[in-house]
Nanobody, 126 residues
Framework: QVQLVESGGGLVQAGGSLRLSCSAS????????MAWFRQTPGKERQFVAA???????RYYADSVKGRFIISRDSTKNTGLQMNSLNADDTAVYYC????????????????????WGQGTQVTVSS
């Protein structure tokens, strides 16, 4: 089992920045791909960013490309640096992970991820 805990959410003005963190515990983390998704009330969960466990492959949704940066360290932490935030970024943000045999694999589909955090609220005021 893997447990994920997100932190770093909050209220920020449009144009500002936030950094989300996701801390993993449980089984070995090094061979797990990581991703961030977000969801607003009444809407489906939306892919934001993903990083393969090898760390060399990253992928971003078009809506955040150039503004968000996903990262991971050598242990059990994943980060999402969010810059130039706007009201459309307001959502609950979730980190997710799943084991991968490939160091370059990632997915944009939430159904491909087995473990999820509880979510952290990000609110951008205009």
């Amino acid at each position: 089992q893997v447990q994920l805990v997100e932190s770093g959410g909050g209220l920020v003005q449009a144009g500002g920045s936030l950094r989300l963190s996701c801390s993993a515990s449980g089984r070995t983390f090094s061979s797990y791909a990581m991703a961030w998704f977000r969801q607003t009330p009444g809407k489906e969960r939306q892919f934001v960013a993903a990083i393969a466990w090898g760390g060399t492959r990253r992928y971003y949704a078009d809506s955040v490309k150039g503004r968000f940066i996903i990262s991971r360290d050598s242990t059990k932490n994943t980060g999402l640096q969010m810059n130039s935030l706007n009201a459309d970024d307001t959502a609950v943000y979730y980190c997710a992970t799943t084991h991968s045999y490939s160091a370059t694999w990632y997915s944009t589909r939430d159904s491909d991820y087995d473990y999820w955090g509880q979510g952290t609220q990000v609110t951008v005021s205009s």
